[in-house]
C-alpha cells in the first residue's frame, strides 16, 4: 500500500491561532485554494480510497483535492482532531501552565477537563493505521486529518518518543508519502508544506 496523508486546508482560526480542536469549522477561502493547489499536484494519482476525519474541514478538504463526491469519501473517527475539551476556541498565546506544554513540552503537557491527552490520541490514531496495514497491497489510500493528529502517526511511525511528537513541520494542505511494503510502515517522502500558524521549528 502506498498511503498518503494530507492536513486540512486553512481555516479562519488557523489564522487566528486559535485551538480548535474538534470544533467543527469549514475552510476559509485560503483554505479551499490550498485543496484546489493540491488536486493539481495529485492529478496523477489514481486513489483506490479515501479516507478523512468526518470535520468538517477535513471533508472539505478530501472534496476539493480529490474531485470525489462526499459520498465517496470513507469518514474515519480516528482521524479527528485531539480534543481540547473546555480549552477548545483558546488562542494559543493565551493558554497556561501547564496547558502551554502542548507544543512546546509535550511530554508534560496536561490533558484540559473533558479533553485527550496525547497518547490517548495517539492510541486512536495509531489504531486505525493498524487496522489496515498490510490490507491494501499494491494499493493507493488518501487520508485526510488534522495536525495533531497526523503528528501522532509520525512520531509512532518513526519509532519515536512522545518528546519528538512535533520534530516535523506540517502545513495546511501538507502531505506526507509512506509505504507499507515492508510489512512495517516507512515514510518515503516528508511534508511538501511546512508553513504552520501554530508552531516555527
Known sequence: MHLYIMRHGETDDNTRRVLQGQKDNPLNERGRQQALRAREELSGILFDRVYSSPLIRAVETAVLATG??????????????????VLEGTVLDEMKPPYDNFFKDPLRYATPEGGESLLELSARTWSFLSEIRGTLPGKKVL?????????????????EKIDCFWNMNLGNCGLLEISDETGDYKIEKECNRKDSHYIKF
Not at 68 to 85: D, H, N, Q, Y
Not at 152 to 159: D, G, L, N, T, V
Request: hydrophobic content about 40%; glycine content about 6%; proline content about 0%.
Open 143 to 159: 487520508l485526510v486529518s488534522h495536525g495533531a493528529a497526523i503528528h501522532s502517526m509520525i512520531y509512532q511511525i518513526r519509532k
Open 68 to 85: 470525489r463526491s462526499r459520498e465517496e469519501i470513507i469518514l474515519e473517527e480516528r482521524l479527528k482532531e485531539i480534543s481540547f475539551g
